[in-house]
């Protein structure tokens, strides 16, 4: 194995590392690297997950704060996109479950900023705080009303 290759193609040095382990040559594999990586891992479905949710957040808002914009319907496919992959993501990693209301308060803060900059709206139309609990933020058939912080089923 060239001993560069974690520097140079992590794909293909993750290839061999994976081929090595599978053969059981555990001498042979780069421990260190492999540890990194698993811990790598985890830190990037959170961010898949926080990513989600700010998009999710973002078109939220959108819909709360301006429900006769022409783009809603194409806001409102983002919403269920972006609720379908969360779901997918949270049943391969169930462990983020517990994580999600506290990701919804961390992230909304940027939603709200990016709602702003996107809309072209004064900062004081969107709430300071996520006005939606996690479960409607999840819910499928959830969809805020105009100016209505509790929205509509």
Not at 46 to 70: F, I, T, V
Not at 79 to 86: D, F, K, M, S
Not at 123 to 140: G, I, Y
Request: net charge negative; proline share 7%.
């Amino acid at each position: 194995m060239n001993p560069n290759l974690y520097e140079t193609d992590i794909v293909e040095w993750a290839r061999e590392n994976a081929a090595l382990l599978r053969s059981g040559a555990l001498a042979a594999a780069a421990i260190a690297h492999i540890a990194e990586e698993m811990e790598d891992l985890g830190t990037n479905w959170e961010r898949a997950l926080e990513s989600r949710l700010m998009q999710l957040l973002l078109h939220l808002l959108k819909l709360q704060c301006q429900p006769q914009y022409p783009g809603t319907r194409g806001w409102k496919v983002t919403v269920l996109n972006q609720r379908i992959e969360l779901e997918r993501l949270l049943r391969k990693a169930p462990s983020l479950l517990p994580k999600l209301e506290q990701k919804v308060s961390e992230v909304y803060p940027d939603s709200r900023k990016l709602a702003v900059v996107e809309t072209g709206l004064d900062p004081s139309v969107f709430p300071a705080n996520c006005p939606w609990t996690t479960e409607l933020v999840m819910d499928q058939g959830f969809l805020p009303g105009p100016a209505d912080a509790g929205g509509q089923r």
